[in-house]
């Protein structure tokens, strides 16, 4: 074991190999090609499967985040548009006059309206907060997918005496990460 916990026979991250060794000209050849990096342990495949997810969670997590926090800090301005009754004819669209009375609003108020929560708070600080949630929930996102995904990777791929190769975590986050923004991407957008 070295000084990292890694023995002499693992492979550094990332690892990543010609896949044309395995893929191609499949038979009679032995199950660990030469020049191919093999995962053994479950917690390295924990490991290579965390990164990657890290890899590909994040950006997409600080793009959105970003998004929201441009959005909040310089709201869109609304324009001006055009009534209804100044773009239409009279003729076209005749408009009855309600008559309006004023309601008398004389009772004194009985106590002072009380001070709104947070409200020296910035504007800049809101998005500063949503920025920094939408980043914490990546790594999260990240780290709980990778520990599920890789021990179960582990799990079969030992279970099935199978050599799992340093590409099968790449992969697998990235199938992950591909059917995650799948399932997301509607609610971000309603929340932004």
Request: charge should be positive; include cysteine.
């Amino acid at each position: 074991m070295s000084a990292a916990g890694l023995s002499e026979n693992d492979p550094p991250w990332p690892s990543l190999y010609d896949p044309g060794i395995e893929l191609l000209n499949i038979p009679h050849h032995e199950a660990v090609q030469l020049g191919g990096a093999y995962l053994t342990h479950p917690i390295d495949i924990f490991r290579f499967t965390l990164y990657w997810n890290l890899i590909f969670y994040t950006p997409i997590f600080l793009c959105c985040g970003l998004y929201a926090f441009f959005n909040l800090t310089f709201p869109p301005t609304r324009r001006p548009s055009a009534s209804r009754r100044e773009t239409s004819d009279d003729a076209s669209y005749p408009l009855t006059l309600l008559p309006y009375s004023p309601r008398e609003t004389t009772a004194p108020l009985l106590r002072p309206p009380k001070p709104k929560p947070n409200q020296g708070r910035s504007r800049t600080t809101f998005a500063l907060l949503v920025l920094l949630a939408f980043l914490l929930l990546s790594i999260a996102g990240a780290a709980l997918n990778s520990a599920i995904l890789g021990f179960v990777l582990a799990g079969v791929y030992k279970l099935a005496k199978f050599n799992l190769s340093t590409w099968i975590p790449f992969v697998w986050a990235l199938i992950s990460v591909l059917v995650g923004l799948l399932s997301v991407w509607p609610s971000v957008i309603d929340i932004i």
